[in-house]
């Protein structure tokens, strides 16, 4: 009677997991397929080990184990993306994707789960502490970028350069007084590269990353939304992103799931 039991229990486990994996939808079952590009730290880039590592390769492992599912990346370049997905080649992008009104028309996004925008990055011990110190002082920001004309708009005087590392490294030899860029990216920089600075506490712009589905998927995204709200919950995600960036970049107001 127990191995008919037994028996029984297995087959009924088999029957829910094949019900479940059909209605999520997925391209192979019991696996996330996700699109990444692989090549943009720190959301994606190749660890010392040569394995993938990054923001997204970390937020979305975990999301895919919490949901029951094993994460297979799909290495895609940025211009494939949005038609690999719509041909079903995997399940989800996980490349780090801007949430606009434009693109929530083509695709379904999840909620947003990282939150970046446009930062100031000074000394440690600078007099500089919020976007209204930039009046009159030498800013330095990525040529021709969003950046530039924001801290031209905030009074800075601005100087251009071709590469984001060179502008911290001028700051952080005393020729500038701040750099303005992308709030992930100087986090990574600044931890990564061990320089004597820090980012002030406001934001001069501001932008959420979501998961990019097909719009049939909602089920998925459902369970993807519910692990992530998990995630940020227990203290996962912050551990995961903060040992990356040095903060939680997480969205204390996200960009939610169009129904």
Do not use: C
Request: aromatic residues 6%.
């Amino acid at each position: 009677m127990k191995i008919k039991l037994a028996i029984a229990a297995i087959l009924a486990f088999a029957s829910v997991s094949a019900v479940q994996a059909e209605d999520l939808k997925l391209v192979q079952d019991g696996t996330l397929m996700v699109a990444t590009e692989g090549t943009y730290p720190p959301f994606s880039m190749q660890s010392p080990s040569g394995e993938l590592d990054g923001l997204e390769i970390r937020v979305m492992k975990e999301i895919s184990s919490r949901i029951g599912l094993t994460y297979e990346p799909v290495v895609t370049k940025w211009d494939s993306l949005l038609v690999g997905l719509s041909a079903n080649q995997y399940d989800v992008i996980s490349a780090a994707m801007d949430i606009t009104e434009e693109r929530q028309k083509a695709v379904l996004f999840s909620d947003g789960w990282l939150e970046s925008g446009g930062r100031i990055v000074t000394m440690e011990d600078s007099a500089i502490k919020s976007a209204a110190d930039l009046k009159g002082k030498a800013v330095g920001a990525l040529v021709a970028s969003t950046w530039f004309k924001i801290a031209e708009d905030l009074g800075g005087t601005v100087k251009g350069y071709k590469a984001e590392s060179d502008a911290l490294q001028d700051l952080a030899n005393g020729n500038i007084d701040a750099v303005i860029t992308d709030a992930v990216a100087a986090g990574y920089s600044i931890k990564n590269a061990g320089l004597p600075l820090v980012m002030t506490e406001d934001f001069v712009s501001r932008v959420q990353k979501g998961f990019a589905f097909n719009k049939d998927r909602g089920d998925l995204v459902e369970k993807v939304n519910k692990a992530l709200a998990d995630m940020i919950a227990d203290g996962t995600y912050a551990k995961l992103t903060t040992e990356l960036v040095g903060f939680d970049p997480h969205p204390a107001e996200p960009i939610r799931t169009l129904k």
